[in-house]
């Protein structure tokens, strides 16, 4: 199983590094490249339409200001697409590109997770992958658990 995590510039790195550590904690196959709907349409096309046949089974795009990357793969793709609103120096606080990815027309679906919120994008993905794998859907169980366990403990400290 395999998730693509795509974004339209290299500066949005920082950001979706969260999605890509998250997935490799969970042992899932990533494969990283920089697919910009503005600069590089031919790009674009060509990996929304191959993802599927190429082992691809989820895709994460993020992207800042106008925030196309995600709905333009969307509209291409037969694959859950996951966006991440990137917060860009070009950006209206975010806003711009929480829309943009979130307001897709019916028929396009895009899944959007909060701004910067690339971890939750990975952790969505891993979601959907184990829908369909038994021993990842183990590790999610396992991965919640941790988070409980962190809650309980740190509400423990507060006595």
Same mark, same amino acid.
């Given at each position: ?6 974004? +339209?510039?290299?500066?949005?790195? /920082?950001? #979706? ?5 998250? !997935?490799?904690?969970? @042992? $899932? ?34 992207? +800042?200001?106008?925030?196309?990357? /995600?709905? #333009? ?5 037969? !694959?859950?697409?996951? @966006? $991440? ?75």
């Amino acid at each position: 199983m395999k998730v693509a995590v795509v974004m +339209g510039s290299i500066s949005d790195m /920082p950001v #979706m590094q969260d999605a890509i550590d998250i !997935l490799k904690e969970f @042992g $899932v196959e990533t494969h990283v490249d920089i697919v910009s709907a503005h600069r590089t349409p031919e790009k674009l096309v060509d990996f929304s339409n191959n993802a599927h046949k190429n082992g691809i089974n989820v895709i994460i795009a993020g992207a +800042g200001g106008a925030a196309h990357l /995600p709905g #333009m793969v969307a509209s291409m793709s037969p !694959l859950p697409v996951i @966006g $991440v609103p990137v917060k860009s120096s070009n950006s209206i606080d975010g806003w711009d590109s929480v829309l943009s990815i979130l307001q897709m027309p019916g028929g396009v679906p895009v899944a959007t997770v909060a701004l910067n919120g690339a971890k939750n994008a990975g952790l969505l993905a891993v979601q959907i992958l184990a829908s369909q794998n038994t021993e990842l859907l183990q590790k999610m169980i396992d991965y919640k658990l941790g988070l409980k366990e962190a809650v309980l403990k740190a509400a423990e400290g507060l006595k």
